[in-house]
């Protein structure tokens, strides 16, 4: 069973950047459909992207197209997430699973901005 971990996350100004990384362990992210999912206070989850990681299609959730950038680095078995010109709406916490619903997702990180 792969296991993920998420990391990168932290508090910024409103207009800044982050990249989230998503390590996988105990097997091999290549070749299948990955998400990155995000999980706001008081809110359910939410799918943000999708890619696969063989051939490199994406889809982004309409709140952060332009926004968001999903890639995937299978020589190092990880696939990230660029946030650019983040927003206050953007605060949530932030996984990837192997699907939509956050299966199989890790502990999650933490993304907050505030000015």
């Known amino acids: 069973q792969v296991q993920l971990v998420e990391s990168g996350g932290g508090s910024v100004q409103p207009g800044g950047s982050l990249r989230l990384s998503c390590a996988a362990s105990g097997g091999t992210l290549s070749n299948r459909w990955m998400y990155w999912v995000r999980q706001a206070p008081r809110k359910g989850l939410e799918w943000v992207s999708i890619i696969n990681t063989g051939t490199s299609r994406t889809s982004y959730t309409d709140s952060v197209k332009g926004q968001f950038t999903i890639s995937r680095d299978n020589t190092k078995n990880t696939m990230y997430l660029q946030m650019d010109d983040l927003k206050s709406e953007d605060t949530a916490v932030y996984y990837c699973?192997?699907?939509?619903?956050?299966?199989?997702r890790g502990q999650g990180t933490q993304v907050i901005v505030s000015s």
């Open positions: 699973s192997r699907d939509r619903y956050g299966s199989g």
